[in-house]
């Protein structure tokens, strides 16, 4: 039998030398997935059972190899609710909910909305977006195969409807009739490759992060393809890289199709989403 404390605290020893951002966190969570136990009642555990901990030793080794924490654990907690992922799929960040949040509040502001997830991945955005919003025809699309299976899994016991298919040319059926399109697009630059974190950079999609030299070539498509799908006066907003605060906004204002065009910063006061109204 071992000390969860005393295992804890060399988990957390051994992370912090791999550089993992958070080592006394993922040590915790590591530890509460192999007991299955909440990561609230962690503290309540006084003993680890050899085999649990030989288990803990082996995930703790894969993290510092800088597998995903939520590879390792096999969720993402986004908002209210939690998806699965793994390989083959974007893992959703903290930073996203705001988004997600921002068009919850649109959504709620229309008598039974219709809500467009596109680029949607695990499905996280939109899952959330039917939480919270049980009232919503919530669309989910996703082009890429792999991640289009984790959407089909982590959705199949929601009300969304799932569609495989490209941004660019998707749910024709549904032009003029969609209340808000939200959207975490690819926005990595192909030139900035090297700068990508090597976590993302070996377990995310290449799908999910770049779009073209400057990372925009799918968020022109996105608005494109959003001012056929919106009614007029509906709401899109998208997610950007915090370098692209200015240009990203620029791509809807300069259009002339587009009003309220703004940006929005996340927790940490970096540029991170863009949204606009189709005008009227």
């Known amino acids: 039998m071992s000390d969860p404390r005393q295992l804890i605290r060399q988990a957390a020893s051994r992370l912090r030398q791999a550089a993992v951002a958070s080592p006394e966190y993922d040590a915790r969570a590591l530890l509460a997935h192999v007991l299955g136990v909440p990561l609230g009642q962690l503290a309540l555990v006084d003993e680890v059972g050899d085999e649990d901990r030989v288990v803990f030793d082996e995930l703790i080794s894969d993290r510092c190899a800088r597998v995903p924490l939520q590879h390792l654990t096999g969720v993402a907690h986004f908002r209210q609710i939690s998806v699965a992922v793994g390989p083959g799929v974007f893992v959703p960040r903290p930073e996203t909910e705001l988004l997600a949040g921002w068009a919850i509040e649109r959504a709620a502001e229309c008598d039974s909305p219709m809500v467009v997830d596109l680029c949607s991945g695990s499905g996280a955005i939109a899952k959330a977006i039917a939480d919270e919003l049980p009232g919503a025809e919530v669309h989910a699309v996703e082009l890429d195969l792999e991640a289009f299976s984790w959407c089909q899994r982590n959705l199949a016991d929601t009300s969304v409807i799932v569609h495989q298919g490209d941004l660019s040319e998707t749910l024709a059926h549904l032009d003029g009739q969609v209340d808000v399109v939200v ?98």
């Open 183 to 280: 959207c975490n697009p690819p926005y990595v630059p192909l030139t900035a490759f090297d700068g990508v974190d090597e976590e993302a950079r070996r377990h995310d999609p290449a799908v999910a992060l770049f779009s073209g030299d400057d990372g925009l070539e799918a968020m022109r498509a996105l608005e494109r393809r959003a001012a056929k799908l919106l009614r007029p006066g509906g709401w899109l907003g998208a997610e950007h890289a915090d370098l692209q605060g200015d240009l990203a906004p620029a791509i809807f204002a300069q259009t002339g199709r587009w009003d309220q065009v703004r940006d929005h910063l996340d927790l940490a006061g970096r540029p991170r989403f863009v949204t606009a109204r189709l005008a009227r």
